[in-house]
């Protein structure tokens, strides 16, 4: 079994069903139908091979037929799909053969009365990537938009609309007579022709600006649309095309045009009757939409705040502290209700004209981006592995719970207050989160950054669970736990009632909280946390740190070494030997005696410690990224970063591999392949047999996580022969170092294979090709080991070619 998620909700535009009880959205290569009354994930149309970038609903052709549920969909595989998203079911495939950002289908929405029981072709407009080189064209206009007969599966001829640098969005327009894109400064417009004609000529028009325009928007019954520019203004040309449009002499009528005739607001020589601005937005506009009736226009942009202008009197009213930017605004069938699509991959349901947000469909958040400064501190996940959650630092200072089994977030955690104009700057840091192993408490630490060098400030914060869905309440804080340095590491006790956390400046301090009040269901909210000990060695920065276990041994890295203590009496046990950088990671494997520590820096290295010889088991030499152990065994995971040299060759472009080890033995036991490794997380979880599906006729025990640095992740049974891959992306030609059912291989054979079977008829050849040098023994023993010649063969040819020769003649 292998469960994916973690995909962007915001990639493309969503649409509604034709009863707007459903939600069409683009998710990577699929498209997932959500219910409108529930926010939850109904089915998905799974087909597409690369990113899906568009959902085109056809409409209904008359009342009754509001029912039926068929959309388009195309993608950068190059393909355009019909569906039936109601079973779902595929009916119909189109192969361009040349990638598709951006698609409408204006012939849904102009059809006259008298055509309607006539069979008529069916025309899209599509924006591709011209993937032909020639001599003559340049790579600078190679994003075309072309006209696409769906009703006989094809491009129309040669037929080239327009080109452009790089993509741009196609808006059609309600009534379906005009589409049009934003090229810089420019706006194109297009009237699509009549549909008797797949030859027919299009007409177009172009408007300018002084400013790069961000978004446009055609008016529903109106010749009127709408732009916004990266300044915050928004534009209004009224009666776009009056002489370019109506009439076959429009060029003519063009020509002869009275330049000094009064058109208000309207640059140079541009088709429009006039042109109004208005100014609100502090930043670009991103989200421009008229309603269905034209009586009102929505706009919206970087503040996370929901505009709606009276278009007769330009008076406003607001939807504010959304707390996100926005990116699409999207009207229904059902005029009480819209959608508005957020940067922070959330899409919230609102009811209208009120603007009360109903539902919200809550994505998983995407990595947060630091100052400089701060990067190396953590990436701020922890797993909570009873409930097969996920708790991730979000850029609004909040920790978001995420479930893993059902693709959709559960709730959001307020560390510290910010002010809900997303464009401030960051001034907080979360830069460690920690989860109890019941997943009942929390643990988080935060910077509160500088300014110009003055202030700064450390806080440890501890919270307890609620009987809700984890909502979470602030039970302690503590400033400054370790006077002025930053907490490198917080882990919780396998009680739940002590916590640990080391700081760089050379000590670590273990907190304990009164068990009398957790256990009182009448004082959750009064309990608090004190702290216990203070440890320290030799004033060295402590790196990491992990309990075992039972609880009884805490392990503390003071940077190259790590230091084993008694955690209730305050002990030093041991002191385990130096390795060569920093310790960033520490792990006790399971229930066993053996104890994984990973180090970064110039010479990183993955090693395992043996608890009862106190000494090194194995070790190696990777660059870790995460560590995860399964709680009941002494299996644990490792996601080691690959070089850069090795990337784009052996592992065609992947960047990094999960290595699944026995804490005795340093062979793999598994291994794969996969993206985006840098800034991701592995985490093993406790399966719940009524929550997962079963596998020849078995239930998984324990499944294994692996979150990427863009947080899509992939979860999966670590000891299934059959989980051969576990890249994010489309499945493709995999290297020599993923998992090919390997789980039961050892030594030789999980290195480099099985050994081919002895033929005894092959000729013989040399078993490495030998060329004449004056110094044999620099080159004899060079090439791979597995394929040099026998010992005895490579001794002789070794110690003949230092013999020297005599070549003078005895007398």
């Not at 600078?140 to 080109?163: F, P, T, Y």
């Not at 947000?357 to 981006?369: F, H, M, N, R, V």
Request: charged share 20%; hydrophobic share 40%.
């Amino acid at each position: 079994m292998m469960m994916r998620g973690g995909r962007s909700l915001v990639s493309s535009p969503p649409a509604f069903s034709n009863d707007a009880k459903k939600l069409l959205v683009c998710t990577s290569n699929t498209v997932s139908v959500f219910s409108t009354a529930t926010g939850l994930q109904i089915t998905s149309l799974e087909g597409h091979t690369a990113l899906v970038t568009s959902v085109v609903v056809v409409p209904p052709s008359s009342p009754a037929a509001k029912v039926l549920c068929y959309c388009w969909t195309a993608s950068l595989d190059g393909t355009i799909r019909y569906w039936d998203f109601s079973v779902p079911e595929l009916m119909k495939t189109i192969d361009i053969r040349v990638p598709i950002f951006n698609m409408v289908i204006p012939s849904f929405l102009d059809i006259p009365a008298e055509d309607k029981g006539k069979h008529r072709d069916l025309f899209a407009y599509v924006f591709t990537e011209d993937t032909k080189e020639t001599q003559e064209k340049t790579k600078a206009l190679r994003r075309q938009i072309r006209k696409c007969n769906l009703s006989k599966s094809r491009l129309v001829g040669r037929l080239i609309l327009g080109e452009t640098k790089k993509p741009e969005v196609l808006t059609v327009s309600p009534s379906g007579k005009f589409f049009g894109i934003r090229n810089k400064c420019k706006l194109h417009v297009w009237k699509v022709p009549d549909q008797g004609s797949e030859h027919a000529a299009v007409r177009k028009i172009t408007l300018h600006h002084t400013k790069k325009i961000t978004v446009i928007a055609f008016h529903p019954t109106q010749r009127v649309i709408a732009a916004g520019d990266v300044t915050g203004r928004i534009l209004t040309w009224r009666g776009f095309g009056n002489i370019a449009f109506d009439g076959n002499n429009g060029v003519e009528k063009q020509k002869l045009i009275n330049i000094q005739e009064d058109k208000p607001g309207v640059r140079d020589n541009d088709d429009a009757d006039s042109c109004t601005t208005w100014h609100w937005h502090s930043a670009e506009v991103n989200v421009l939409s008229f309603s269905s009736d034209g009586a009102y226009l929505y706009s919206g942009g970087k503040e996370g705040v929901l505009v709606v202008w009276q278009l007769d009197t330009g008076k406003k009213k607001f939807l504010p502290r959304i707390g996100s930017p926005l990116l699409y605004f999207i009207d229904s069938p059902d005029p009480t209700l819209s959608a508005i699509s957020c940067a922070d991959n959330q899409i919230h349901l609102l009811k209208m004209p009120s603007m009360g947000i109903l539902k919200t469909i809550s994505g998983i958040k995407t990595p947060c981006c630091y100052p400089e400064m701060c990067k190396g501190l953590g990436n701020g996940i922890a797993f909570d592995q009873t409930a097969g959650l996920v708790a991730l630092r979000t850029e609004n200072y909040c920790i978001q719970f995420y479930s893993l089994f059902d693709d959709r977030g559960i709730s959001e955690v307020q560390v510290c207050e910010r002010n809900h104009q997303p464009g401030d700057d960051v001034t907080v840091i979360v830069t460690a989160v920690a989860l109890s192993v019941d997943g009942s408490l929390m643990s988080t630490s935060e910077v509160k950054l500088a300014e110009e060098g003055i202030g700064g400030l450390v806080c440890l914060k501890f919270w307890q669970a609620g009987s809700q869905n984890k909502e979470f309440s602030l039970s302690t804080i503590v400033y400054e736990p370790h006077r002025d340095a930053g907490i490198s590491a917080v882990t919780f006790h396998p009680s739940g009632n002590m916590v640990v956390s080391s700081s760089f400046g050379g000590d670590f301090k273990i907190w304990r909280c009164n068990n009398d009040i957790i256990q009182s269901d009448q004082m959750h909210q009064n309990f608090s946390w004190t702290c216990h000990a203070v440890g320290s060695y030799k004033k060295r920065p402590m790196t990491a740190a992990a309990f075992s276990a039972d609880g009884s041994v805490l392990a503390v890295a003071a940077e190259t070494l790590i230091t084993l203590w008694n955690p209730y009496k305050n002990v030093l046990l041991a002191v385990l030997g130096e390795t060569l950088t920093p310790i960033v990671n520490l792990s006790f494997l399971g229930k066993s005696d053996n104890l994984a520590a990973a180090s970064c820096g110039s010479n990183p290295q993955l090693s395992v410690w043996s608890m009862s010889k106190l000494s090194l088991s194995w070790s190696y030499k990777l660059r870790i990224e995460a560590v995860a152990s399964a709680v009941d065994s002494s299996s644990f995971a490792a996601l080691a970063l690959l070089p850069e040299s090795s990337n784009e060759t052996t592992f065609k472009g992947r960047d990094g591999v999960i290595l699944l080890y026995n804490a005795t033995n340093p062979v793999p036991t598994a291994i794969w392949s996969v993206k985006k490794a840098m800034g991701g997380a592995l985490g093993f979880l406790q399966v719940n047999p009524s929550s997962v599906e079963e596998v020849d006729g078995k239930t998984p025990e324990v499944l294994l996580a692996y979150m990427n640095g863009d947080h899509e992740y992939v979860v999966f049974d670590p000891y299934c022969k059959d989980a051969h891959e576990v890249s994010i992306s489309q499945k493709e030609g995999l290297s020599a170092l993923e998992l090919k059912g390997q789980g039961g291989q050892y030594g030789y054979a999980s290195i480099y294979g099985e050994l081919p079977e002895f033929d005894e008829k092959r000729p013989e050849t040399p078993w490495v090709p030998s060329f004449p040098s004056e110094r044999p023994w620099e080159t004899i023993f060079s090439g791979s080991s597995h394929n040099l010649p026998p010992l005895t063969k490579l001794c002789s040819a070794f110690l003949e070619s230092l013999l020297e020769k005599r070549t003078a003649a005895v007398e």
